[in-house]
């Protein structure tokens, strides 16, 4: 167990929705990143945040938007879905900017 | 372009073997070089990190070895075990922090 949590752990949604994921960082951890995986993809790197702040950006789509909060939880909304939405979306947690990252245990999300 | 190749794609080898997986990157100049262990399904596990000044770090049966002037890494298993299957993934971060690129990564089957 990292001490990283994700939820929902499944989500199972139509083309043309809204859903959001949630992730809460290991306790301390200032750093949150969101990844993309896909089916017999490697992670694609989508966003970084540090202390409510965005510091990186990687290949994320303009139909994804993502925030941390004040107490470091951070939301990936992911908007007008399409079947190529459908992956696991991981989230990494890590106490500065370009520390070790622990990996949440994932959100699989299925487009139908 | 920024990129990371990991060869081979994928290798299936005995239980007690040893075997090596090797990492080319562009990205320069890098900041940390590290490699991953993903089980089918969860999130990476780091197994090592290096800077751009370190040749070689292990972590139990895994070493990883850097050489920053041909800009190639490999991580090298030994006397592997049932539990080392998996996909092994290199990840280079930018030295200015704001990129993470990853590599497809190369799927271990270990078999008995």
């Known amino acids: 167990d990292s001490g990283v949590t994700q939820t929902p752990k499944h989500l199972i949604t139509a083309t043309g929705q809204r859903v959001t994921l949630r992730c809460s960082p290991r306790s301390g951890d200032l750093s949150v990143y969101w990844y993309q995986q896909s089916l017999d993809q490697g992670l694609q790197f989508l966003i970084q945040y540090y202390n409510g702040e965005e510091r990186a950006k990687g290949n994320i789509l303009e139909r994804f938007s993502a925030q941390q909060f004040p107490d470091l939880h951070s939301e990936l909304n992911l908007s007008s879905l399409e079947l190529g939405d459908s992956a696991l979306y991981f989230c990494?947690?890590?106490?500065?900017?370009?520390?070790?990252?622990?990996f949440g245990p994932g959100t699989r999300l299925t487009v139908t | 372009k920024n990129q990371v190749e990991q060869s081979p794609q994928s290798l299936i080898i005995l239980e007690g073997k040893n075997c090596t997986l090797q990492?080319?990157?562009?990205?320069?100049?890098?900041?940390?070089l590290r490699w991953y262990k993903q089980d089918t399904g969860r999130g990476p596990v780091s197994l090592t990190i290096?800077?751009?000044?370190?040749n070689t770090k292990s972590n139990g049966r895994y070493t990883a070895t850097l050489d920053a002037d041909t800009k190639q890494s490999s991580l090298h298993i030994t006397a592997s075990q049932l539990s080392d299957s998996a996909s092994y993934i290199c990840?280079?971060?930018?030295?200015?922090?704001?990129?993470?690129?990853f590599g497809k990564g190369t799927t271990l089957s270990v078999s008995s």
């Open positions: 990494a947690s890590s106490p500065q900017q370009g520390g070790e990252q622990y």
């Open positions: 990840v280079v971060r930018n030295q200015a922090g704001t990129a993470l690129i």
């Open positions: 290096m800077t751009f000044s370190e």
């Open positions: 990492c080319n990157y562009t990205v320069s100049p890098f900041s940390n």
